[in-house]
C-alpha cells in the first residue's frame, strides 16, 4: 500500500511562487511514477506534471508548460512541483498520485494512477 500526503498550498498572489511536496510512505520509492493532477470547482481533474520512476523522464500539461517543474528526490521519498508566475486560473486543489510501473515514458492519464493523495489547495488571487 502507497500513502501520499501533500504540502505546500495556500493562498499567494499572480506571478508568485509556490512549491508543492508530496511524501510517499513506500517501503521502494524509486519503483513509482509520481504525477501532480489538479481539480478546480465544477472541472475535471486535470493532468499538470509527470515524472518516470528514477526521473529520467517527465511531462506537462500545456497550460503549465514552461511555468511549472516536477522533480523528485528518492533519498527523501519526495516529489516536488515548483510552480511560478502563477495566474488566477492555476486555483485548484493539487493532488499527487502514484503508480508502480518503471517505463521510459510518463503518463497523463489519471487512470493510470493507482494511489492518490488528499489534495492541497493552492488559491491565486489577481
Known amino acids: 500500500q502507497v500513502q501520499l500526503v501533500e504540502s505546500g498550498g495556500g493562498l499567494v498572489q499572480a506571478g508568485d511562487s509556490l512549491r508543492l511536496s508530496c511524501v510517499a510512505s513506500v517501503r521502494t520509492f524509486s519503483l513509482l511514477s509520481m504525477g501532480w493532477f489538479r481539480q478546480a470547482p465544477g472541472k475535471e481533474r486535470e493532468f499538470v506534471a509527470a515524472?518516470?520512476?528514477?526521473?529520467?523522464?517527465?511531462g506537462t500539461g500545456d497550460s503549465v508548460k514552461g511555468r511549472f517543474t516536477i522533480s523528485r528526490d528518492i533519498a527523501k521519498k519526495t516529489v516536488y512541483l515548483q510552480m511560478n508566475s502563477l495566474k488566477p486560473e492555476d486555483t485548484a486543489a493539487y493532488y499527487c498520485?502514484?503508480?508502480?510501473?518503471?517505463?521510459?515514458?510518463?503518463?497523463?492519464?489519471?487512470?493510470?494512477?493507482?494511489?492518490w493523495g488528499q489534495g492541497t489547495q493552492v488559491t491565486v488571487s489577481s
Open positions: 498520485a502514484a503508480v508502480s510501473k518503471c517505463q521510459s515514458s510518463v503518463s497523463h492519464d489519471r487512470t493510470s494512477y493507482a494511489y
Open positions: 515524472i518516470s520512476c528514477l526521473g529520467g523522464y517527465t
